[in-house]
């Protein structure tokens, strides 16, 4: 499914997810309550003009994308700071696991650092 065949819950809930923001975060940063976060998430109300801006804002994004679904207004500085966002969900994940999920992802993560460090030589 395209971004254009998407609802606007749709490209919001997929931002949020992408990015790593809880909803209480984003309603915060937004300036909105969760109950009204709530509202665009989960019935498909469209925020007003000045709410939509904010939101698109903290999501570093655009209006456009996040009401219409048009890529072609994405700023381009928001494929440049990808590898924050990636950064960003694996830190949600870490914050996730348990002490000995944290031990065995660890480990992992530095067996995959000294394979790709033994390939860069």
Do not use: C, H
């Given at each position: 499914?395209?971004?254009?065949?998407?609802?606007?819950k749709?490209?919001?809930?997929?931002e949020?997810?992408y990015?790593?923001?809880?909803?209480?975060?984003?309603?915060?940063?937004?300036?909105?309550?969760i109950?009204?976060?709530?509202?665009?998430?989960?019935?498909g109300?469209i925020p007003?003009?000045?709410v939509?801006?904010?939101?698109?804002q903290?999501?570093n994004t655009?209006?456009?994308?996040?009401v219409?679904?048009?890529?072609?207004?994405?700023p381009?500085?928001?494929?440049?700071?990808?590898?924050?966002?990636?950064?960003?969900e694996?830190?949600?994940?870490?914050?996730?696991?348990s002490?000995?999920?944290l031990?065995?992802?660890?480990?992992?993560?530095?067996a995959?650092?000294?394979?790709?460090?033994?390939?860069?030589v």
């Open positions: 499914m395209s971004d254009v065949e998407k609802s606007f749709e490209r919001l809930t997929e949020l997810n990015q790593g923001l809880s909803n209480k975060e984003f309603a915060q940063k937004v300036g909105i309550n109950g009204t976060l709530g509202m665009y998430l989960y019935r109300s007003a003009a000045d939509a801006v904010k939101m698109a903290v999501l655009t209006v456009e994308y996040l219409l679904g048009t890529d072609k207004n994405v381009v500085s928001k494929t440049n700071t990808k590898s924050e966002w990636q950064k960003k694996i830190n949600t994940i870490l914050n996730a696991l002490p000995a999920q031990t065995a992802f660890l480990e992992i993560a530095r995959y650092k000294r394979g790709v460090e033994s390939e860069e």
